[in-house]
C-alpha cells in the first residue's frame, strides 16, 4: 500500500489517500524504479507558498521494493534532478486522485478529495512544472561561536554586533600583557606592537582630541554608532572612544554580558572602572582624567591595526 500526499496547502490539511490496488502500487513503483534522477527527500526542495512535492510513501513492511525507491520518497521536488521525467510520475498521480476514496482518513474532513479539487491541483501543478521556483539560497550564517553572540544595537535598531565573553586570561599573560593596549583590546586584535589608530594605515595622529583620533580610527576602517556593518564584516565590534584631553586617549570595547571591558595601556586586561566598580556606561564610569567622551564605532572584521 501507497501513502500519497500532494504537499501545497498552507492553512488546511493537504490532500492524502491511499493506494491499496497490489497491482498499481508495483507498476508505479517499477517505474520509479526505472527512470532516473526522479525522486529526493521529502522537505528536500521548495518549501514556500503553493505546489511544493508529491509525497510517497511505502505503508507495510512487505510492499514491492526495488533499488533505489525507499519507503519514503517525493516526486516533482525542485530538489530531483530530472523535474520533468519526475513531474510526469507525479502528474499520473494527482490525475488518479480517488473521488470519494473508500478509504477515509482524518484529512478527508477539511480537504475532501473531489473532482474542483484534483482540477485546481493540477492547474497549480502545471504552473509549477513550467516555472519553477528558484528561491535565492540564503546568506550563509556566521558560524558558531560559543564565546561570541550576535546582538542587536539598542541605540540603532536596524544594526547588530557581536559581543564576546569577557576573557581577560587572553591579554594578561607575560608575553601578551606589556606589547598591547587598549586598541588592540578594542578592537579585539592582538598585534604585540601597542597599536595606534591610523598607523596602518599613513593616519596617525600626535593631537590627542575627539576630531584627529577619531579620523585616524576611521582610516584603519572603524564606522561611526549607526552606520550599520553588513554581516560580511562578522565579528563586529562596538567600541567606545573617550580623551584626555591634549594628552592621551583610551578605548573600550562592549562585552556579553552587558558590560564594557578595556585595558590601560601595558596593564592587565579588566571590566572595571577607576572606582573598581564593573563598567555598564563607559560615558558615565570613572575614567580620571579622561574626561572627553567622544563617540561609539562599530570595528568589523576588515579594520587593520598596528
Given at each position: 500500500m501507497?501513502r500519497?500526499?500532494?504537499d501545497?496547502?498552507?492553512?488546511?490539511p493537504?490532500?492524502?489517500?491511499i493506494v491499496?490496488?497490489?497491482?498499481e502500487?508495483?507498476?508505479?513503483l517499477?517505474?520509479?524504479?526505472?527512470?532516473?534522477?526522479?525522486?529526493?527527500?521529502q522537505?528536500?526542495?521548495?518549501?514556500?507558498?503553493?505546489f511544493r512535492e508529491?509525497?510517497v510513501?511505502?505503508?507495510g513492511?512487505d510492499d514491492?521494493?526495488?533499488?533505489?525507491?525507499?519507503?519514503?520518497?517525493?516526486?516533482?521536488?525542485?530538489?530531483?534532478?530530472d523535474?520533468?521525467?519526475?513531474?510526469?510520475l507525479?502528474?499520473?498521480l494527482?490525475e488518479a486522485i480517488?473521488?470519494?476514496s473508500?478509504?477515509?482518513?482524518?484529512?478527508?474532513?477539511?480537504?475532501?478529495?473531489?473532482s474542483?479539487?484534483?482540477?485546481?491541483i493540477?492547474?497549480?501543478f502545471i504552473?509549477?512544472?513550467a516555472?519553477?521556483?528558484?528561491p535565492?539560497?540564503?546568506k550563509p550564517q556566521?558560524?558558531?561561536?560559543?564565546?561570541?553572540?550576535t546582538?542587536n544595537?539598542?541605540?540603532?535598531?536596524?544594526?547588530?554586533?557581536e559581543?564576546?565573553?569577557?576573557n581577560?586570561?587572553?591579554?594578561?599573560?607575560p608575553?601578551?600583557?606589556?606589547?598591547n593596549n587598549c586598541?588592540?583590546?578594542a578592537?579585539?586584535?592582538?598585534?604585540?606592537?601597542f597599536?595606534?589608530?591610523?598607523?596602518?594605515?599613513?593616519?596617525?595622529t600626535g593631537i590627542?582630541?575627539c576630531?584627529?583620533?577619531t579620523?585616524a580610527?576611521?582610516a584603519?576602517?572603524?564606522?561611526?554608532r549607526?552606520d550599520?556593518?553588513p554581516?560580511?564584516?562578522?565579528p563586529?565590534r562596538?567600541m567606545a572612544?573617550?580623551i584626555?584631553?591634549g594628552?592621551?586617549?583610551?578605548?573600550?570595547?562592549?562585552q556579553?554580558?552587558g558590560?564594557w571591558?578595556?585595558?590601560p595601556?601595558?596593564?592587565?586586561a579588566r571590566?572595571v572602572?577607576n572606582?573598581?566598580v564593573v563598567i555598564?556606561?563607559?560615558?558615565?564610569?570613572?575614567?580620571?582624567?579622561y574626561?572627553?567622551?567622544c563617540e561609539?564605532?562599530?570595528?568589523?572584521?576588515?579594520v587593520?591595526?598596528?
Open positions: 501507497l500519497i500526499e500532494i501545497l496547502f498552507s492553512g488546511r493537504n490532500p492524502v489517500w491499496t490496488d497490489g497491482a502500487t508495483e507498476r508505479f517499477g517505474a520509479v524504479a526505472e527512470a532516473r534522477g526522479v525522486i529526493a527527500k522537505g528536500a526542495g521548495f518549501t514556500g507558498l503553493g508529491v509525497r510513501d511505502l505503508l513492511d514491492p521494493l526495488y533499488k533505489r525507491v525507499p519507503k519514503q520518497f517525493a516526486l516533482a521536488s525542485t530538489a530531483v534532478a523535474l520533468n521525467a519526475s513531474g510526469e507525479a502528474r499520473r494527482i480517488p473521488i470519494r473508500k478509504i477515509q482518513l482524518v484529512e478527508h474532513t477539511l480537504t475532501p478529495l473531489t474542483k479539487l484534483r482540477d485546481g493540477l492547474e497549480r504552473r509549477f512544472l516555472n519553477p521556483p528558484r535565492r539560497r540564503p556566521p558560524p558558531s561561536n560559543p564565546l561570541r553572540t546582538v544595537d539598542e541605540t540603532c535598531t536596524k544594526c547588530q554586533y559581543v564576546s565573553q569577557f581577560p586570561g587572553f591579554w594578561n599573560i608575553t601578551v600583557q606589556p606589547y586598541y588592540n583590546y578592537r579585539n586584535w592582538r598585534t604585540n606592537t597599536a595606534q589608530p591610523g598607523r596602518a594605515h599613513g593616519a596617525q590627542m582630541a576630531g584627529t583620533v579620523t580610527a576611521m584603519d576602517g572603524l564606522r561611526k549607526c550599520c556593518l554581516k560580511s564584516e562578522y563586529r562596538l572612544l573617550v584626555d584631553p594628552f592621551d586617549y583610551h578605548w573600550y570595547r562592549h556579553r554580558g558590560f571591558g578595556h585595558k595601556g601595558g596593564t592587565a571590566n572602572d572606582s573598581n555598564t556606561d563607559p560615558e558615565t564610569c570613572d575614567r580620571g582624567g574626561t572627553d567622551f561609539y564605532f562599530y570595528a568589523g572584521r576588515s587593520v591595526i598596528s
